[in-house]
């Protein structure tokens, strides 16, 4: 990095001739300011507003609009349009996909499977909230993928409570879906208990496995935020000490940060009883961007932030938010759920609340690791080949069904245990399993 600047310059005196154009520059920047100033005040003067469906946040939704979850302590705001921007939509567009709806259920009558298939999705792509689409897709897809289907279903419902077919809909396949979720909680649950058996507590291999898996973790947790640093660059520089050239001071300094986090939940932690308190994440998030901004690092926001087309809530609700959470977090009904379960849903409340200004995600994933952890499961790692599924089920959840998220992490915690069961696998054997662990250590 050159922050070298206007290093060498001699100073030097600038005369300014005042001429009516000049009068007009002065004027112009004038007005840029006074711009600059009412742009960083619109939290205050404008409630704030989703940018894809343009619903006000949190409690300045109609209760019409608000979806609230079976995981959550309050209602939360999920990104549908209200009404009037509904109706708001032009006329063409709104003809273009009823259109592109009863052209994909002819061809769904004709038998022209693929072709119905590419009409509904061209319809949810002109407006993913029309509830009639969502529906006539879901009953589409059922005969499939009925969790699709299900999910499908829920978004209707979101848009529209009072849909009686896509309440039909998903009471009948809701039952289902819930026995497949069980399935895979059951799947991960067998899985621990064969590593267990495996690999003992202090067994020498489980810790070996660990220390890998610790640099596995910090690599793809940084580079889902955009890291550049290679694994082994990454991990010569928590060995040695030294830098990497030709990367900068910033990238560094996130490796350097995720370890000290790391090293906080599993040194003080993980070795402590009672309940997580904000003073917790706040120790956290900390180290996770002390490196790299010391001055807001453990501090929660206090002004707006976005991300991507997500607003998330205001600053002025983050600390209540941040109460409420640390009270679910440690409630009978938190812990009433599958550990794995719990986790997820306390990683996306997080993100969902997005309450620091930087480093969100990779506090969000630390808090879900640590739940893991007390509850007897390995961490699990997200990678960066999963980015782009990860965001999705993220999305989903905002649309008003956290289940595919929930789904999501529990398949990566699967994908974890393999790993751990690759380790002390027989290298003759080729269990799936077994190759779904290799792959997981391996791709990079």
Not at 238 to 252: C, D, Q, R
Not at 341 to 366: C, M, Q, W
């Given at each position: 990095?050159?922050?070298?600047?206007?290093?060498?310059?001699?100073?030097?005196?600038?005369?300014?001739?005042?001429?009516?154009?000049?009068?007009?520059v002065?004027?112009?920047?004038?007005?840029?300011?006074?711009?600059?100033?009412?742009?960083?005040?619109?939290?205050?003067?404008?409630?704030?507003?989703?940018?894809?469906s343009?619903?006000?946040?949190?409690?300045?939704?109609?209760?019409?609009?608000?979806?609230?979850?079976?995981?959550?302590?309050?209602?939360?705001?999920?990104?549908?349009?209200?009404?009037?921007?509904?109706?708001?939509?032009?006329?063409?567009l709104?003809?273009?996909?009823?259109?592109?709806?009863?052209?994909?259920?002819?061809?769904?009558?004709?038998?022209?499977?693929?072709?119905?298939?590419?009409?509904?999705?061209?319809?949810?792509?002109?407006?993913?909230?029309?509830a009639?689409?969502?529906?006539?897709?879901?009953?589409?897809?059922?005969?499939d993928?009925?969790?699709?289907?299900?999910?499908?279903?829920?978004?209707?419902?979101?848009?529209?409570e009072?849909?009686?077919?896509?309440?039909m809909?998903?009471?009948?396949?809701?039952?289902?879906?819930?026995?497949?979720?069980?399935?895979?909680?059951?799947?991960?649950?067998?899985?621990?208990?064969l590593?267990?058996?495996?690999?003992?507590?202090?067994?020498?291999?489980?810790?070996?496995?660990?220390?890998?898996?610790?640099?596995?973790?910090?690599?793809?947790?940084?580079?889902?935020?955009?890291?550049?640093?290679?694994?082994?660059?990454?991990?010569?520089?928590?060995?040695?000490?030294?830098?990497?050239?030709?990367?900068?001071?910033?990238?560094?300094?996130?490796?350097?940060?995720?370890?000290?986090?790391?090293?906080?939940?599993?040194?003080?932690?993980?070795?402590?009883?009672?309940?997580?308190?904000?003073?917790?994440?706040?120790?956290?998030?900390?180290?996770?961007?002390?490196?790299?901004?010391?001055?807001?690092?453990?501090?929660?926001?206090?002004?707006?932030v976005?991300?991507?087309?997500?607003?998330?809530?205001?600053?002025?609700?983050?600390?209540?938010?941040?109460?409420?959470?640390?009270?679910?977090?440690?409630?009978?009904?938190?812990?009433?759920?599958?550990?794995?379960?719990?986790?997820?849903?306390?990683?996306?409340?997080?993100?969902?609340?997005?309450?620091?200004?930087?480093?969100?995600?990779?506090?969000?994933?630390?808090?879900?690791?640590?739940?893991?952890?007390?509850?007897?499961?390995?961490?699990?790692?997200?990678?960066?080949?999963?980015?782009?599924?990860?965001?999705?089920?993220?999305?989903?959840?905002?649309?008003?069904?956290?289940?595919?998220?929930?789904?999501?992490?529990?398949?990566?915690?699967?994908?974890?245990?393999?790993?751990?069961?690759?380790?002390?696998?027989?290298?003759?054997?080729?269990?799936?399993?077994?190759?779904?662990?290799?792959?997981?250590?391996?791709?990079?």
């Amino acid at each position: 990095m050159d922050d070298s600047g206007d290093k060498g310059r001699k100073d030097a005196v600038l005369t300014i001739h005042v001429t009516p154009s000049a009068f007009g520059v002065i004027f112009f920047l004038f007005g840029g300011i006074v711009s600059a100033i009412l742009v960083s005040n619109l939290e205050v003067i404008f409630p704030t507003r989703n940018f894809i469906s343009g619903t006000t946040e949190l409690s300045k939704l109609p209760n019409s609009e608000v979806q609230k979850f079976d995981y959550g302590i309050r209602n939360w705001p999920v990104t549908v349009s209200s009404p009037s921007q509904k109706t708001s939509l032009s006329q063409d567009l709104v003809g273009e996909v009823q259109a592109a709806v009863h052209q994909a259920l002819e061809a769904k009558y004709q038998g022209k499977r693929a072709k119905a298939q590419k009409l509904f999705q061209h319809a949810l792509a002109l407006d993913p909230h029309h509830a009639d689409a969502l529906n006539e897709y879901g009953e589409f897809v059922e005969e499939d993928d009925i969790v699709h289907a299900n999910h499908l279903y829920s978004c209707a419902l979101v848009v529209n409570e009072s849909h009686s077919r896509a309440l039909m809909n998903k009471e009948r396949t809701s039952a289902a879906v819930a026995e497949n979720d069980k399935r895979l909680f059951a799947r991960v649950d067998e899985k621990r208990e064969l590593l267990g058996q495996q690999m003992p507590e202090h067994s020498r291999a489980l810790q070996r496995a660990r220390a890998e898996f610790y640099y596995l973790q910090i690599y793809h947790t940084t580079a889902i935020e955009g890291n550049t640093l290679s694994l082994e660059q990454m991990r010569s520089i928590l060995e040695t000490g030294f830098a990497v050239g030709g990367k900068s001071v910033l990238e560094h300094n996130e490796v350097l940060g995720m370890n000290a986090a790391l090293r906080y939940i599993n040194d003080t932690l993980m070795h402590r009883f009672g309940a997580i308190s904000l003073d917790d994440i706040l120790n956290i998030h900390r180290r996770v961007l002390g490196f790299v901004d010391p001055i807001d690092s453990g501090t929660l926001r206090t002004t707006q932030v976005f991300v991507g087309g997500y607003v998330p809530p205001p600053s002025s609700e983050v600390e209540d938010l941040m109460e409420e959470y640390i009270t679910w977090l440690n409630s009978e009904e938190a812990s009433a759920l599958h550990p794995v379960e719990f986790a997820a849903v306390a990683h996306y409340k997080f993100i969902f609340i997005h309450p620091f200004l930087d480093g969100n995600g990779r506090t969000s994933r630390l808090l879900m690791n640590l739940i893991l952890l007390k509850g007897g499961y390995p961490p699990v790692i997200i990678k960066l080949s999963q980015r782009q599924e990860y965001y999705e089920t993220i999305k989903q959840a905002n649309m008003g069904d956290i289940r595919p998220f929930i789904r999501f992490i529990c398949r990566c915690l699967d994908d974890m245990i393999d790993a751990y069961l690759w380790v002390t696998s027989d290298s003759s054997s080729n269990l799936p399993e077994i190759e779904e662990g290799r792959r997981l250590v391996t791709e990079t």
